[in-house]
């Protein structure tokens, strides 16, 4: 019984028994030399091919890539080189020419004295030229934009609706970050202690206490400060202003108001636009995310956006500091 | 990086027109542009104090040069006042 012997298929390759492959129905012949199997015999070919022409196509492929690297270098170069230090070369060059003919060829004053104002633009810039982060905007968008839409993406899948709770670092076991309830309690049982690195958290003693704990852009813009602000509104105004201004770059100023357990923050001349996105309704937005994780951490204590509302550039927001039980 | 443009722009224009003026007062001493320029830079980098640390410390570095110039010049002044 020739046709009960297990042989290898030649199409398949898979080990069969019959007249046919019980895999691929290709006739099993036999009493012939067992064929290679077509997807082997298919690469086979090429390999053999290939062999003969690698070293060809190695050259050539070296010779298209290896300008392209070069190319590559170069415009790397190029950028990290930002337009800060480049102006100051600039200046530097063209001040020292227009000092040197001015003081000792065209002996003009006021000449090498604009020279002078040059070389010391030149090195101002040299010097800001230096602290430009080496990260491009759209490159940080991309981080921002990716974190965002993944937070906004799980509030609204589980369908939530009440609002964010901001915590300070000594409610958390790291920075300041923000609670968001699944259902809103009126009635919540106070915080015992700081609550785990998890995303999931329960912050009271009833079935539906149970909440998101995540990360938010406010938790990160708090760890850009260079001391943690105090309760006082000036503090805290001051604290505003040097990461909105001075860091961030997205707004002129700030001013805060605190009356007992309120704060009223302004901002000024801000960037950024405002979004209404469901997300948005539980967190805020970018700016009051960043206040209410500032204003969590200078009166460490929870704190709650109540408003948000933006006006021709002006952003208004007012914080509510909740007590030591949320 | 708009306190950056806004502190280049103050001090540019600062700087020519402190030019201006001294040329149109018929200042004829380098010392005195070069004093003018380096009290003006000094006030206007203590203005912008919200700038982040590691620019702060460049430009310290920037402010200690410029003094630096202002120091030579100064005992160059002293010393032909005594010799």
């Known amino acids: 019984m020739a046709f009960l012997r297990r042989l290898r298929c030649p199409n398949c390759g898979q080990k069969a028994t019959g007249i046919s492959c019980p895999w691929c129905s290709y006739p099993l012949m036999r009493g012939r030399a067992v064929k290679e199997p077509r997807e082997q015999k298919r690469l086979k070919k090429p390999v053999q091919a290939r062999a003969k022409a690698e070293p060809k196509a190695k050259e050539e492929a070296r010779a298209k890539t290896e300008p392209k690297a070069k190319e590559k270098a170069r415009e790397k170069a190029k950028t990290t080189k930002n337009l800060y230090t480049w102006a100051g070369l600039g200046l530097l060059v063209a001040g020292s020419l227009v000092f040197l003919a001015a003081y000792f060829v065209l002996l003009l004053t006021w000449l090498a004295a604009l020279g002078i104002s040059m070389l010391i633009l030149s090195f101002i810039l040299l010097a800001l030229g230096r602290t430009i982060p080496k990260l491009s905007p759209e490159v940080s968008a991309l981080f921002l934009e990716t974190g965002i839409n993944n937070i906004a993406a799980l509030v609204e899948e589980l369908g939530i609706k009440s609002k964010a709770i901001y915590l300070p670092s000594s409610l958390t076991s790291g920075g300041p970050q923000v609670l968001i309830p699944f259902h809103f309690n009126p009635l919540l049982s106070p915080i015992t202690k700081a609550f785990p690195q998890r995303l999931i958290v329960r912050y009271g003693a009833s079935s539906d206490d149970i909440g998101l704990l995540v990360t938010t852009t406010g938790t990160t813009a708090v760890g850009m400060l260079e001391s943690i602000p105090g309760p006082i509104s000036a503090e805290l105004e001051s604290a505003l202003t040097f990461l909105f201004r001075g860091i961030l770059g997205v707004a002129d100023g700030t001013r805060v108001i605190t009356s007992e357990n309120h704060i009223e923050v302004e901002i000024y001349n801000s960037h950024i636009e405002n979004k209404t996105a469901w997300f948005h309704q539980c967190l805020g937005g970018p700016l009051a995310s960043v206040v209410a994780s500032v204003a969590a951490e200078a009166w460490n204590r929870p704190v709650t956006i109540n408003q948000e509302e933006h006006h021709r550039g002006r952003c208004s927001i007012e914080l509510e500091v909740l007590g030591e039980d949320i | ?83």
């Not at chain 2, 201006?20 to 018929?26: E, F, P, Q, S, Y």
Request: hydrophobic share 60%; charged share 10%.
């Open chain 2, 1 to 83: 990086m708009k306190i950056y443009n806004s502190y280049i722009l103050i001090i540019a224009t600062l700087l020519l027109l402190t030019t201006v003026i001294l040329v149109a007062l018929g200042q004829n001493s380098l010392d005195v542009y070069y004093t003018t320029y380096v009290i003006e830079a000094l006030i206007v980098t203590e203005l912008y104090v919200y700038f982040n640390a590691k620019a702060r410390h460049g430009l310290s570095l920037v402010s200690a040069i410029l003094f630096g110039g202002f120091l030579v010049i100064v005992s160059l002044q002293v010393i032909k006042i005594l010799v």
